[in-house]
């Protein structure tokens, strides 16, 4: 959560790293600021609250000279969102400047000892101890990068952080589990959260580990251990994404680019380095004892699996979210494969269940979208869902990427990947229909009934029970009418005390579990609800609003949810919310 960017070079700092917050926004969006160096003049920062493009009519970011720059867009942790509140936060000298995403945990005590100091604050942020730290060590002598190195090692909890100092052509940063990624550039470099922030100036990239200690100038990056302060190698990667994939092109939001790119990303995610993915599928046959661990849209695609695994291998595995793991540790033997899968790679949920695997002793292997995410550098074998770069804070063309990798591996363990790969084949056709304009224009007929309702349910049984989950969050989420998965055998048991006349209900059906669940159909129906079908064919008796999809077994899952995404999408639209930034939520949920 929050996107920070930095950049030192030969240009204007400021259209760099306004360009580059835009592309940062999906991990934050409360409040956003800059401040630029111009060598000589003193730096200039401007921070407000509300989006980076409204920020900048009221305070022209892009007026801003010099050519070392720092940025962030805040996912508020500490502190309210308010303008004081924005990063980049000062020391009390004027002189250092510091973004940053974490939380400082020993926040109470540093404050306490830096006020004792005759230090004052104006925020409410944690953050704003950073900068008075450095000034604090640099007070007893020390240069800027001593300073900051001393004062990084003195706070506790997850972070990442960028400092300038005035008087110093230099960016230093350190990272301690929140992602942060170097670009070079010739006679330029840059520093973010993420690639596409500077994905535009080169795909060039240094990842930093933890305990890293950064430092930067127009023409090279130094890389040191924040423990013991000796200079390390990190290798150089050239990186395979596009600028073009991290833009909106002819859509007017990214969530429904990437919904349409589904026709290509399912494709790209079958098409799997086959020696890791024969590999991991024999250490799950041998492993004594499988979890998948995940958290939101990516649980529910393990919990499809958990369902596919039995279907197509019978093999039992554990799905556990990143957030309840821990509560399963006695489980974990030597012997133990845990599977984390995740979009980013830095949930820290998510990576604090590896960290737990790893105590154990159990192997660690993912699924994961970012090369070189934290997910990914700590696995002992990656399979890529090579879905590019998903900017929308929504999931969508990566959890289908995820159901797609998941299936292909339940067909590898039994023996029929050729034919696993053939079957996933078979969706590229019905994908590029079900995202095609003709469909979209009649779920907008739904999304138009839909739009004032205050409740949605949805329901699906067996291999569609996951769908019904994810189907919610989607609607939710980005729409905010209020939505709820069930069982279809469940909602009776409850929850139906809610269906009025007219209570729309979404039915995941299939040739499969037809009976059951139309007959659950049928209970809500009876109350009042109604009904919208997502089937192949229309039961007229039954359905208000028939969503055909055609049946293709074991991997409904993948083609059925994506009339739910366009939906959700276009609920978001006329009620008028920003689908790629849904109130309080962030991309990377890098805090517990
Ligand atoms: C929902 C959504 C989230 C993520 C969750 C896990 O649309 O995007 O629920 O699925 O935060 O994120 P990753 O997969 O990055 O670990």
Known sequence: MCGIIGYIGKRQAAPIIFDGLKRLEYRGYDSAGMAIFDGSNGVQIKKDIGLVDDINKRLNFLSMQGNIGIGHTRWATHGGVTQ??????????????????????NYQELLTMLKENGFTFYSETDTEIIPNLIEFEMRKGKDFEHAAIDAIKQFDGYCAVLAMFEGERKIVAARNGSPLVVGVGNGENFIASDIP??????????????????????????????????????????????????????????????????VQTVKSAANQDKEILFEIADEMKKAKGVFLVACGSSYHACLTASYLFSKITKLHINVVLGSEFSNYENFLTPGTLVIAVSQSGETIDVLDAVKTARQKGSKVMSLVNVVGSSLHRNSDRALMLNAGPEICVLSTKTYTAQLTVLALLAYTIAGKYDEGKKNLEYLWNIIYNLTAANTRKYLMKLAEELKDKNHIFTIGRGLQFPTSLEA???????????????????????????????????VFSSKENEKEIISNAMEIKARGGYIIGIDSKKNKDVFDFFIKVPDVGDLNPIIQIIPIQILSYQLAVLRGCDPDKPRNLAKSVTVK
């Open 84 to 105: 004081t509140n924005a990063h980049p936060h000062i020391s009390n000298n004027k002189k250092i400047l510091v973004i940053h995403n974490g939380i400082v945990e």
């Open 197 to 262: 922030a500077f994905l535009e100036h080169t795909k060039n990239v240094i990842y930093i580990h933890d305990s890293d200690f950064v430092v930067l100038d127009s023409n090279r990056v130094k890389f040191f251990n924040l423990e013991d302060g000796k200079e390390v190698g990190r290798p150089l990667h050239s990186i395979d994404w596009d600028i073009e994939q991290a833009k909106k092109g002819n859509f007017d939001h990214f969530m429904m680019k990437e919904i349409s790119e589904q």
């Open 472 to 506: 919610a969050l989607k609607i939710k989420e980005v729409s905010y009418i209020h939505a709820e998965g069930f069982s279809g055998g469940e909602l009776k048991h409850g929850t139906i005390a809610l269906i009025e006349q007219g209570t729309p209900c979404i």
